[in-house]
């Protein structure tokens, strides 16, 4: 769930991130972000306009200037995440949609598969639009994405430490939470289905 909460909550990147696909703390704070709560999880859209581009961008996007930035997450409980991002010289993207010519546009499937108590396999795979699997476009950003995803590995394995130190604390939410609390409930939502089927 520590891997889940961390996609569905994408104000870490900042932090986190600083050296592949993060950029600056400011700005990853006030995106601009709308979420949904949907039939088995969550979905959100989030859009940065007119910012810096992080590292992996100006490496792999070749962007020189400031960037317009659309990423769309949406959960499905109890274990996948899809996502599709679309990066676009600033004034060219839109919030609406990443189908515009042009820019750097990738996908992502992330899902996450219990291993033991407090421990979890994390699958990934990734695709550039336009670019094919042995391009060196693709290689620098596969790099990046898994360079990245190291970085949310620490976090996650301090998070269950944590947890594992103190049992009882309570999982504090705050107002950028909102698909985080969704991916619970749903999550929770399929536990009470379980005991329902199994008292029947
Ligand atoms: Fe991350």
Do not use: C
Request: aromatic share 12%; net charge negative.
């Amino acid at each position: 769930m520590f891997l889940i909460d961390n996609l569905m909550d994408l104000t870490h990147l900042g932090y986190v991130h600083g050296s592949t696909i993060g950029g600056d703390i400011e700005n990853q704070n006030v995106a601009e972000v709308e979420t949904w709560k949907t039939k088995q999880g969550a979905r959100f859209v989030r859009w940065m306009e007119d910012v810096p581009p992080p590292p992996t961008f100006v490496t792999s996007g070749g962007f020189q200037g400031n960037i317009d930035r659309r990423a769309e997450f949406e959960y499905i409980a109890p274990a996948s995440v899809m996502q599709s991002t679309g990066v676009f010289d600033a004034g060219k993207g839109s919030k609406e949609s990443i189908d515009l010519d042009g820019g750097l546009k990738f996908r992502l499937f992330h899902h996450a598969t219990p291993a033991s108590e407090g421990e979890f396999h994390y699958f990934f795979s990734a695709g550039v639009e336009g670019a094919t699997f042995d391009s060196p476009e693709s290689q620098k950003f596969f790099q990046d994405v898994l360079d990245a995803f190291l970085e949310d590995k620490l976090f996650i394995e301090a998070q269950q430490d944590a947890v594992t130190r103190n049992p009882l604390e309570r999982l504090l939410l705050r107002e950028h939470d909102k698909a985080v609390a969704y991916a619970r409930q749903a999550v929770a939502q399929l536990r009470q289905q379980n005991f329902a089927t199994a008292a029947e």
